[in-house]
C-alpha cells in the first residue's frame, strides 16, 4: 500500500522535541490516521523522548525516526545510555494496566504514566535493549483499525533483544 518515506531527527535537549513531534503528527497526517488517534500518538512520542532524554547523559543525542508503509506508522526512539530494564518495562505495563482499571493513583510517576498513554496510543510495542549501550522503544500504530477498535484493543508486546 501506499504510504510516506521515512523521516529521522537528532535531538539533545527537550526544546527541540516540539519540531519532531510536528514532523511525526505531518506524516501521520499524509497517511490519514485518525485525529483521536493521532492526538494519543503524540502523547506517546512525547512521553518516548521526555523519558529518552530524561536517562541520556548531556550532550547525548537522541535519535528519532518515523515513517509509514500506509498501513502501519512506526515511531523508534533510541537514546545511547542503554539504563532501561526489562523488569522496569514489565513493571510499568503492569501498573499502567492496573491503572487504567483502578484509575491513576496520586503517587503515579511519570514514567508509568508514558505507559499508560503509550498503551491507548498503540498497536504494538517493541522494545530493543542492549545494557549500557541503547535503548529503542518503538511504537506501532494499525491504521487500518479503526477508533473503537484502538480503544478495546489490548496491545500485543514485542520484547526482544539486539543481537549486533
Avoid at 109 to 130: C, K, W, Y
Amino acid at each position: 500500500m501506499w504510504g510516506t518515506g521515512s523521516r529521522s531527527w537528532n535531538i539533545v535537549t527537550r526544546a527541540e522535541k516540539d519540531a519532531v513531534l510536528e514532523g511525526v503528527r505531518e506524516i501521520a497526517a499524509d497517511v490519514d490516521c485518525h485525529p483521536r488517534v493521532l492526538d494519543l500518538l503524540i502523547s506517546a512520542v512525547d512521553e518516548m523522548i521526555i523519558n529518552a532524554l530524561k536517562v541520556s547523559k548531556e550532550e547525548q543525542n537522541i535519535a528519532i525516526e518515523c515513517g509509514s508503509d500506509g498501513r502501519l506508522l512506526a515511531v523508534s526512539v533510541l537514546d545511547e545510555c542503554g539504563s532501561f530494564l526489562h523488569e522496569d518495562l514489565f513493571q510499568g505495563i503492569g501498573m499502567a494496566l492496573q491503572h487504567d482499571e483502578k484509575g491513576l493513583p496520586p503517587e503515579h510517576t511519570h514514567a508509568h504514566l508514558g505507559f499508560r498513554i503509550m498503551l491507548e496510543a498503540l498497536s504494538q510495542v517493541a522494545i530493543n535493549v542492549d545494557p549500557g549501550v541503547c535503548t529503542e522503544v518503538i511504537g506501532i500504530v494499525d491504521l487500518r483499525r479503526s477508533l473503537r477498535e484502538h480503544r478495546k484493543a489490548i496491545p500485543n508486546l514485542g520484547m526482544f533483544r539486539k543481537t549486533d
